[in-house]
């Protein structure tokens, strides 16, 4: 509860990871009880039944004792599993022009430009779905990125920080950004606050909606290995 800097995705996912592991095994005892043994035991149990969540819910756990330490509720954490949460992915593929321009027009148009802002921009996704009209500048070709759209396990859409919490001004070349305003033209309100990107209703775009609109793209173009993220890496790498 005094978290409060969480974004409300995160508090869903900590709510859930409680609820699921944490609680069950070591909500009936005094924090100042539970040992390095058993955490280790519990980190082990999840490792062979859920170990997509084990990592995630080693790094709750870990701070929750963190915070107790902190707080002079007990001397020492009793989470020392080395390497317990640290995640270990495979290195991402990275596309090609070909592949990013392909992608680009296998989109429809009202969320085409989506791709231009992940693929040339390096936004993520739920920047590229905060955009507002205002954040466009286009005599001086750039876009301010100042929110996030997150989309809560309850299914309410909230507008959140970044996630590294700052805010940063994107810069684009005068191609780039006749599409971008291409797009404002057709696609978006005149208020100030309208969405770059809404759906059927006229409402925000939800994250949800977008990955099976990029999903059906890339099926329908065979280039399937890639998530929508993997544009921000080839911007990245581009630069």
Not at 20 to 45: M, N, Y
Not at 72 to 96: F, H, N, Q, W, Y
Not at 179 to 203: D, Q, R, S
């Amino acid at each position: 509860k005094n978290r409060t800097n969480l974004r409300p995705r995160t508090q869903g996912q900590y709510k859930s990871l409680l609820r699921c592991h944490l609680v069950p095994k070591f909500g009936h005892r005094h924090i100042s009880q539970i040992t390095p043994h058993e955490v280790r035991g519990w980190f082990a149990d999840l490792q062979s039944t859920v170990p997509g969540s084990a990592r995630t819910a080693y790094r709750l756990l870990r701070a929750i004792f963190n915070t107790a330490v902190q707080d002079d509720m007990i001397a020492r954490s009793p989470c020392r599993v080395t390497g317990a949460g640290t995640d270990k992915s495979k290195e991402r593929p990275l596309l090609t022009l070909e592949q990013a321009q392909t992608l680009y027009f296998a989109m429809p148009e009202h969320v085409r430009a989506a791709v231009l802002l992940a693929a040339w921009g390096t936004l993520r996704r739920g920047e590229v779905l905060g955009l507002q009209r205002r954040d466009v500048n286009v005599e001086e070709c750039s876009i301010r990125i100042e929110r996030s759209l997150v989309e809560p396990s309850n299914g309410i859409l909230d507008y959140g920080p970044t996630k590294n919490g700052d805010e940063r001004t994107v810069h684009f070349s005068e191609s780039e950004m006749s599409l971008i305003e291409a797009h404002l033209a057709a696609f978006v309100g005149p208020e100030p606050n309208a969405p770059l990107f809404t759906g059927k209703t006229g409402e925000r775009l939800r994250p949800g909606s977008f990955w099976h609109i990029w999903d059906k793209a890339r099926k329908s173009t065979g280039i399937t290995g890639y998530h929508f993220h993997d544009l921000r890496h080839y911007a990245a790498t581009t630069f």
